[in-house]
């Protein structure tokens, strides 16, 4: 019997071909157009059940500590602890810090290193006036690799390159929030005319992802 049907709509098939592609093409244009219209949530919360109270701890958390997405400015350079681009970090720590969306920008300028002893610790900027001596920047380059919260974090263990970890804004409910964060980061970059010489940059995080 179910052979008899498939030969049946078989010989269907042949006998009316404009008619089965054009239902074809409007059943696929149909379903097409509502699947287009589908929202797309790619956070993990939307994982999670509503009101769980995991969830409910984690939304809490983060209205008094802040968001937990972040976005990297990676860049590489032919010397990282030159005095020029140590020059160039620091105004573009300070250009990213004014966007609207950002919260805080940490990189080789504004992070503190920390030194512990057998009695205490000592919490400094690494970076503080941006010395012009060899001496200086070697010195610097130097506290740099030997620090385990910097070395493979901020800086590349070779020194060749380093990042921008930019920490965002609370923005509940804000759907648009990420593509202009990114927009604004990659315009800034792009449009930097004043970047130090053989400066290659890329931009990377769950953000970009999102994206």
């Given at each position: 019997m179910l052979q008899r049907l498939l030969d049946r709509n078989s010989?269907?098939?042949?006998?009316?071909?404009?008619?089965?592609?054009?239902?074809?093409v409007l059943l696929t244009g149909l379903f097409g157009y509502f699947?287009?219209?589908?929202?797309?949530?790619?956070?993990?919360?939307?994982?999670?059940?509503?009101?769980?109270?995991?969830?409910?701890?984690?939304?809490?958390?983060?209205?008094?500590?802040?968001?937990?997405?972040?976005?990297?400015?990676?860049?590489?350079?032919?010397?990282?602890?030159?005095?020029?681009?140590?020059?160039?970090?620091?105004?573009?720590?300070?250009?990213?810090?004014s966007i609207e969306e950002v919260r805080e920008v940490v990189s080789?300028?504004?992070?503190?290193?920390?030194?512990?002893?057998?009695?205490?610790?000592?919490?400094?900027?690494?970076?503080?006036?941006?010395?012009?001596?060899?001496?200086?920047?070697?010195?610097?380059?130097?506290?740099?690799?030997?620090?385990?919260?910097?070395?493979?974090?901020?800086?590349?263990?070779?020194?060749?390159?380093?990042?921008?970890?930019?920490?965002?804004?609370?923005?509940?409910?804000?759907?648009?929030?990420?593509?202009?964060?990114?927009?604004?980061?990659?315009?800034?970059?792009?449009?930097?005319?004043?970047?130090?010489?053989?400066?290659?940059?890329?931009?990377?995080?769950?953000?970009?992802?999102?994206?």
């Amino acid at each position: 019997m179910l052979q008899r049907l498939l030969d049946r709509n078989s010989r269907a098939v042949f006998k009316y071909p404009l008619h089965y592609l054009t239902v074809l093409v409007l059943l696929t244009g149909l379903f097409g157009y509502f699947y287009a219209q589908l929202p797309v949530e790619t956070s993990v919360e939307s994982l999670i059940i509503e009101n769980d109270p995991d969830l409910l701890f984690y939304e809490k958390f983060k209205a008094q500590f802040g968001e937990d997405e972040f976005l990297v400015v990676a860049f590489t350079g032919p010397e990282i602890f030159s005095a020029e681009t140590l020059t160039w970090i620091a105004q573009k720590n300070d250009e990213l810090e004014s966007i609207e969306e950002v919260r805080e920008v940490v990189s080789l300028t504004t992070v503190e290193e920390i030194i512990g002893t057998d009695y205490d610790f000592i919490v400094q900027p690494l970076v503080e006036q941006g010395p012009e001596t060899p001496e200086g920047l070697l010195h610097i380059r130097q506290r740099a690799l030997d620090n385990p919260l910097i070395d493979g974090a901020l800086v590349s263990n070779d020194g060749s390159s380093a990042l921008f970890l930019i920490r965002t804004e609370s923005h509940p409910g804000d759907e648009s929030y990420d593509a202009r964060l990114v927009e604004k980061v990659h315009r800034y970059f792009a449009d930097d005319a004043g970047a130090s010489p053989g400066i290659e940059w890329h931009l990377a995080g769950w953000l970009v992802t999102d994206v």
